[in-house]
């Protein structure tokens, strides 16, 4: 007895397809031959005959050619101004930038301010992932000042020191 596999990748079954076909196998016996393995969902007797069709055309590729898909509503105006809006008050909600861009769904403004502006939330504001230039130079004083500190009083500085997450605080 045959073994079933489920869930075949897309790829997966038109690299059969065309294997039978390198063969001289026929579509219905392609078809056949593929539901014995796969199951009867795996794709239609017409699908296989469409794609014997495009490999006897010269097609080698057993991959979805990329499509256009739906016009993205994201571009580099919008996020200026997503960004804008963020500045202006940074303890804001994607609901309050909603209300401002009610044109924007809630999903596409997420995907703004995560993955295009780069913004996390911390402590109930959104910052910027990357450091600015003052806030490099203030953390490297208090580092210089935790140095000094630290040589000066050594193990009884260290034991005052509770440490959480990437906040440090000491007495």
């Given amino acids: 007895m045959l073994k079933t596999i489920s ?6 079954v038109r690299s059969v397809i ?5 063969k001289k196998v026929k579509p219905p016996e392609i078809h056949r ?11 239609t007797d017409g ?15 057993v991959h ?5 898909g739906r016009p993205s509503v ?21 609901r309050m930038l909603f209300d401002e861009f009610p044109q924007i769904s809630k999903a596409v403004l997420h995907e ?9 939330k911390l402590c109930s504001r959104w910052v910027p992932k990357m450091l600015m230039d003052v806030h490099k130079t203030k953390r490297l004083g208090s580092a210089l000042k ?14 005052k020191i509770v440490t959480g997450d990437e906040t440090w605080v000491w007495s």
């Fill in 18 to 22: 065309r294997f039978l076909n390198a």
């Fill in 112 to 120: 703004i301010v995560t993955n295009r502006l780069n913004y996390r």
């Fill in 7 to 12: 869930d075949p990748a897309a790829c997966e």
């Fill in 74 to 94: 994201v571009n580099d105006g919008l996020v200026a101004k997503v960004n804008e809006k963020i500045r202006e008050n940074r303890r804001f909600t994607i």
């Fill in 47 to 61: 699908m296989v005959r469409k794609w014997v069709r495009q490999f006897n055309d010269g097609r080698i590729n």
């Fill in 64 to 68: 979805d050619e990329a499509r256009s």
């Fill in 146 to 159: 935790f140095r000094t500190r630290c040589s000066e009083e050594t193990n009884e500085y260290l034991n």
């Fill in 33 to 43: 031959q593929l539901v014995e393995i796969y199951g009867e969902n795996v794709m």
